[in-house]
């Protein structure tokens, strides 16, 4: 029982730091109870699943997602509590969303909507929890990404993906190859590739050393600002047009009888956003934010918005649409108001407009 109870204790403290390391203060009581409603959202979470994929979730695994959801519920307070200083019951919501927040803001408050913790934390089980908070968008992260440059002659190149780059990032790509001229090496003979900091460390310095050591592989570390939205995707700081979507992380088995070029390619791909998204004053917000908290009471956000029974209706008849293009990514809003809808394909369906799946007016 004592053994019990000074982890628990142990656990309260390593999160009470990794808080305040932060400049986020809280009391022990206070980080007990988020502890506490983490354990009882993974319980029920687990219960609604099948036996044998109840014990797939090994105990640690279960402790480690118990502390990163007590976490995001300590930030997502402290965030809440930030938004409320600034909006009143009275505002115009729709107002405050479309001109005092901006795309970062809503596309990191939207992850507060995902409320599954198996799914919200799956690409998460290498992170140590100070990672956690570095990388992922509920704690508004920003960070660097690396770049690294892979030898033309050892690899298979893919020639599209370095015009792309290039062109979207000209900048960029000249400081990477005037840094490796300053190593005299010739930037010609190689190919540029950004990667996450994490997949770094975890994986491809372990498991490709011998590249590094023969020059087949060079790491240009902490290269690129960049910021997390939602489904993992990272923009660049100061671009909002383009966003590099890291796919499913492989297993560690599976990464060390990969080449590098395969290895990297699975973790690095630059998307467009679609190309009627942000025009003429226009802001989108993320479908997924309607399931996050308001930022003017303890509801949910559609809850505090006009026509909130037509938007509950909606996000349900999305949950059940199983076409992927035909799910909605984003609503568009201008001056204070509802606009239309953005789909995955990227169609845009106006308010108003007879082809629109719905009619919707938030004045």
């Not at 934390?121 to 440059?149: D, K, T």
């Not at 009627?276 to 509801?299: D, R, V, W």
Request: charge should be neutral; proline fraction near 5%; include cysteine.
């Amino acid at each position: 029982m004592n053994q019990k109870n000074n982890a628990y204790q142990g656990s309260i403290q390593q999160l009470r730091f990794l808080l305040f390391e932060i400049g986020l203060a809280f009391s022990e009581r206070d980080i007990g109870s988020f502890l506490l409603q983490a354990e009882q959202q993974l319980m029920i979470e687990l219960n609604g699943l099948p036996p044998h994929l109840k014990t797939d979730i090994l105990p640690l695994r279960r402790q480690q997602l118990i502390h990163q959801q007590a976490l995001s519920l300590a930030y997502q307070q402290q965030w809440h509590q930030q938004w409320r200083k600034q909006t009143s019951k009275e505002i115009n919501l729709w107002s405050f969303l479309s001109e005092k927040t901006d795309f970062r803001t809503l596309e990191q408050w939207a992850s507060l909507g995902e409320n599954n913790l198996l799914s919200r934390f799956q690409h998460c089980s290498e992170y140590s929890l100070r990672e956690l908070m570095l990388y992922e968008p509920q704690f508004q992260s920003q960070f660097n990404l690396h770049w690294c440059a892979l030898k033309k002659s050892r690899f298979a190149v893919n020639v599209e993906w370095e015009h792309q780059i290039k062109n979207i990032f000209p900048e960029l790509y000249m400081r990477w190859a005037q840094t490796l001229q300053n190593q005299q090496l010739k930037p010609e003979h190689y190919i540029p590739c950004p990667v996450h900091p994490a997949h770094w460390r975890h994986q491809l310095f372990k498991h490709q050393a011998q590249h590094c050591q023969a020059h087949d592989l060079i790491l240009l570390p902490h290269f690129q600002p960049v910021w997390v939205g939602l489904n993992q995707k990272i923009y660049p700081a100061g671009n909002n047009r383009y966003y590099f979507y890291l796919k499913e992380t492989p297993t560690k088995e599976a990464i060390a009888t990969l080449s590098i070029k395969e290895s990297l390619n699975l973790h690095c791909q630059l998307e467009k956003q679609p190309s009627n998204s942000q025009n003429n004053g226009e802001i989108l917000l993320p479908f997924k934010a309607l399931s996050s908290p308001s930022p003017i009471s303890n509801h949910l956000l559609y809850e505090d918005l006009p026509n909130s029974k037509a938007l509950e209706e909606l996000i349900q008849r999305n949950a059940f649409n199983k076409t992927t293009d035909q799910s909605i990514s984003y609503l568009i809003m201008s001056q204070g108001r509802l606009q239309g809808l953005l789909f995955e394909e990227g169609s845009i369906h106006f308010a108003g407009n007879k082809e629109s799946h719905l009619k919707l007016r938030a004045g």
